[in-house]
């Protein structure tokens, strides 16, 4: 009986276990983050009007270079993934330095963000 169980166990690698929770979760931050900015951000060039943000301020470049830089991020996430899950580590270590210079100007830029934000006023909903 221990022998049989053992056989199966020994026939999966911990590796496909990994593969297959990255490349989902990769999936569905994927989908979380279209669903969460989708009509905020992203769908947000297909209406008429001005675009601006939920707080009510205007779409600056910076706003719009934090949500470039955090797209890419989450760009970044599903690339590293495929290439893992597809045994392609070296090109993924590679990628990793991108991912490091990607991290330093998420952080500049996000405090950048929030603090115009404050220095207007504004808040998110819901906060005062």
Do not use: C
Not at 1 to 23: H, K, N, P
């Amino acid at each position: 009986m221990t022998t049989a169980v053992a056989e199966a166990v020994r026939g999966r690698t911990s590796g496909q276990y990994d593969r297959l929770f990255y490349s989902g979760m990769a999936i569905a931050l994927a989908l979380t983050v279209l669903i969460g900015f989708g009509p905020t951000y992203y769908l947000n060039a297909f209406v008429p009007g001005p675009m601006a943000t939920q707080s009510g301020g205007p779409m600056t470049l910076l706003v719009h270079t934090h949500g470039l830089l955090f797209t890419a991020w989450m760009l970044l996430f599903i690339g590293q993934t495929a290439l893992v899950a597809q045994h392609k580590v070296s090109v993924h270590r590679r990628m990793g330095i991108a991912g490091t210079l990607l991290a330093g100007s998420m952080v500049v830029v996000g405090t950048l963000t929030a603090l115009k934000l404050a220095a207007r006023g504004a808040a998110p909903p819901g906060v005062d």
